[in-house]
């Protein structure tokens, strides 16, 4: 495949889109996902640490899920869907990050890539 965005942005949107596929209602719709860092190692599996960013504090745990249940399920599935897509094993670690009414705040929508020149004329 030919692109202009890095790993990164497709790593971000894979485990984005487990997210829709798993939450309902107002989870998807709130949610950011940042890669934190992200490794390649010689010899050994990727790393990818990644932050589902949340608007409100009564979310976090939804994603969480009891006894962290959703997030593991969330994790496994977003794991299987990036090594299918980048042709090797990684090491996924996942957290969750609330930052209140993100969406309303320019300054985080900027930081999280919503005004890229590349795609706004």
Do not use: N
Request: with cysteine; proline share 4%.
């Amino acid at each position: 495949m030919v692109s202009d965005q890095p790993e990164r942005f497709f790593v971000s949107e894979l485990i984005r889109e487990q997210i829709f596929l798993q939450y309902q209602q107002e989870i998807p719709y709130s949610c950011q996902v940042q890669i934190a860092e992200f490794k390649e190692r010689l010899g050994a599996k990727d790393y990818i640490r990644a932050l589902i960013v949340v608007e409100k504090e009564s979310q976090a745990p939804i994603v969480l899920g009891a006894g962290g249940k959703a997030i593991k399920k969330l994790g496994s599935a977003a794991r299987q869907d990036i090594e299918e897509f980048l042709g090797r094993k990684v090491f996924l670690e996942l957290s969750v990050q609330v930052a209140p009414s993100w969406r309303q705040q320019s300054d985080k929508l900027k930081d999280f890539g919503y005004f890229d020149p590349l795609y706004i004329t």
